[in-house]
């Protein structure tokens, strides 16, 4: 949307694209899908009209590739609709997509262009190389409904933005009145066609007396900043036009009570003009957005979007899959528990182009060489910072610092002599010494040091001729950590440590602000647990009484002992009649049906042939000669669909209760499934879980031992286990055979002083089939159990995993706008933002305090949070073992619904003297703490409600 010329009494602005870009048609969706679509459609045809009792925050992207995660923000997003995107596969209870209109002109690259009749061509935008129509023409109201608006109604659009509604002024000669008629024309049939239709105009104002009981909201471009089209410049707007347009955008919010929008220009980079203009806007009791001038990056609006993003740059060429990489192994994990979601790139691919700030909270490089195989890399680098993009560097730059390159990031070279000495450390930051002490290398002194002003010395060594070297420093654009100084490997063993603290290193190198953190490891303030057990070693014979299967064993002394949420998956290729064990198929299968049928059983698949090597099985090459890469079924070669929806197809057909779903897809050996495996998991609707290699523990207690929560390949994510299985703890099952009581220290550790993951009881079948291993299982159970957990599913974690790859965080006024899924329920709160508010928030239940700050308790998927030093004195949740179902707040108390998996238990603060009920009736508090009243009931769903007359 940029002007066609520089006049406030008619800017208009058709998209700035010179043609159309059509979409790959979409394969045929599952029933299932087909479904949920269309509920969704419904959803969004009954949202009501967000003008009706407030102003909406508005968004407009007419890029091809659209943050539609981040615009989630937005109550509405405005879109080229030529871009293919799916407004029904979109829309949320709080954001829907409109569609970019064209009313008064056209561009031929417009698939409709060839059919707008002769009569109807009225003039030439020669800016934009479009047809102006015109309005009065007899047919063109019929026309727009027929071929412009009634396509994209069948695709789902319900709301729309109408432009170039005044671009008959262009012409030499025009009849104001009929075209003005015309217009309401327009607006008239779309209402009468399409009942429902939600429209925004970007101005016409004269026509808005006539239909203003048709409209949603008006818009106007460029009220302080706009686009001089035809010199190509972005200018302030001159002050008489801007109190015309002022005086009609004030006209239409305060005669006509509907709310308005205003669309300003600013260079992307410029992101403080960007804000500071959208404030100007927003002060004047005007929606705004400010962008640039194609509205094609992220933009400021009612909202200001806070990226949570982090572009993660690695060298493919280092290691066999990006699971291997540094990047993932160690710096990952203190990305996601700072609140970002991370997006990895191979530097040996075509670089990201265009500004980076909007989408990005920054850059982190992990290489360990200084000659990338992507010449243009230093260059690009070197762009992406003077446009503002937070870059952290560990290893190596990936480029040579000669003076040129050294110079542009504020550094100086450095030539260590051909003997220098024993070397020394001159300064320390704090931040060194974090899990081992820096040891000065003279092998790898490093050449360079900062230069002039805006950095910080953080390790800085001297050789014996007293040289400086800055190993690790703080810089203008963020910060960097040189080999071997940030990972250190113990000599003789497989295990590392951290020689910088990597979270304070990152948050001040990448300049993160203090934001609530989207947290997976708790909801309403428990600890989460969750249960799941890959099927391996299902047949296998029990050292017990009657040698029972191993199957057998584990269904009678664990699963329907505990009676809690489990995943429980089989291999096809060991319990089938077709598979390795012919003779003890029916017995399994049997066991199997058994299991699945328990409703706190959740079915998946390990896979058919149990993969040990995932990223063989996407290279033909390898497939053909894959003997000793999974289990040796004759006659079987490798095949990713065989694996994946063949095996869920077994288990849904012979192993699973009517009507019960297969849920889940554990992966198997490696657990690095590349991106076509995981297409087709995601394709047939299966969730999956597995990867990562967290194994901290006494003897190993090194934060490079936790993973982190996983990562996209291909578009889609994988979730890591959050702690590995008995595998490990048992020396790959060779004994001793209770090690897997161990993983108790792997909760502890990565429960405090951080609480870095849930507890994850992660297991196999096999470990049923040892009396010393099944010992550890029930003290491993026990000790989850005494820690009052949440008790959750698998799927339930990895939704709450791909909740948080996607969750917006935006500044919202004087609080905080965050906008999901619903599945992820939990921010942690720095203690720098305040104490939390859930009086004046919206959709908050309460909070808990935490050792990183307090734990914030969302009941759905779009939450207003705000703090306040002295909250309002009223009641709200401190703590519970199950799930808000329901939530509502009033002046005198709290109405809400838990639906858990274990008895009810949950505390109220701010509730003495109040009065609770659960479903109806009176329930006294079990004990309580100050201000903290503590509850406890027999079943695991229930109606909360606490009533505090007289506050």
Partial sequence: MTSSRYDAKFLHSPPAKAATIRARPLPPRPPTVNRWLAALALLCLLLPAAGATQAPAVALFYGKDAPLAELKAFDIVVVDPDHGHDPQRYCKPYSELYAYVAVGEAHPGRGYFAAIPAAARLAENRDWGSLVVDLA???????????????????????????????????????????????????????????????????????????????QMVAAESLFRGWDAANKRYVDVRAEDRDWLLGQLRAVRDQYNLPVLAIDYVDAQDRALTRATAERIKALGIVPWVADAALGTFGIGQREVVPRRVLMLYDGREAPTVDLTALVRYAAMPINHLGYATDFHDLNRPLPDGPLTARYAGAVLWTNRDALRAPAFAGWLRRQIDAGLRVAVFGHFGFPLDAANARALGLAPVTPPAAPGKPTIAHQDPLFGFEEKPRPDRRALPPLRLAGDGGQPLLQLADAQGARYDAAAFTRWGGYVLDPYTVITLPGSEQARWIVDPFAFLQRALALPAMPVPDTTTENGRRLLFIHIDGDGYPSLAELPGTPIAGRALLEQVIEKYKLPTTMSVIEGEVAPHGLFPKLAAEMEETARRTFALPYVEIASHTYSHPFVWFRAERPAARADDAGYHLRIPGYTLDLAREITGSVDYIRTRLAPPGKPVRVLLWSGDAEPQANALRIAEDAGLLNLNGGNTVISRSNPSLTAVSPLGLAKGGVFQTYAPVMNENVFTNLWTGPFYGYERVIETFRLTGSPRRLKPINIYYHSYSASKQASLNALHKVYAWALAQSPHVVFASDFIRKARDFDGIVVARDGDGWRIRGDGELRTLRAPAALGRPDPGASLAVAGHAAGSEGHYVHLAGGDALLRFAETPAGRPYLHDANARLAAWQADGDGLRFVLQGHQPLDFALAGSRGCVTRADGRPLTPRRSDGDLQHFRLDHAAATIETRCRGR
Avoid: C, M
């Fill in 137 to 215: 023409h007899h047919g063109w109201p019929d026309f727009v409904a027929a071929n412009i608006v009634g396509p994209l109604w069948e695709r789902g659009y319900r709301g729309f933005f109408l432009d170039t509604l005044d671009s008959y002024r262009l012409a030499e000669r025009f009849d104001e009145a009929a075209q003005q008629a015309g217009l309401v024309a327009v607006i008239e049939t779309l209402h009468r066609r399409f009942p429902g239709i939600r429209l925004i105009l970007n101005r016409g104002f004269e026509v808005v007396p006539k239909v203003r009981d048709k409209l």
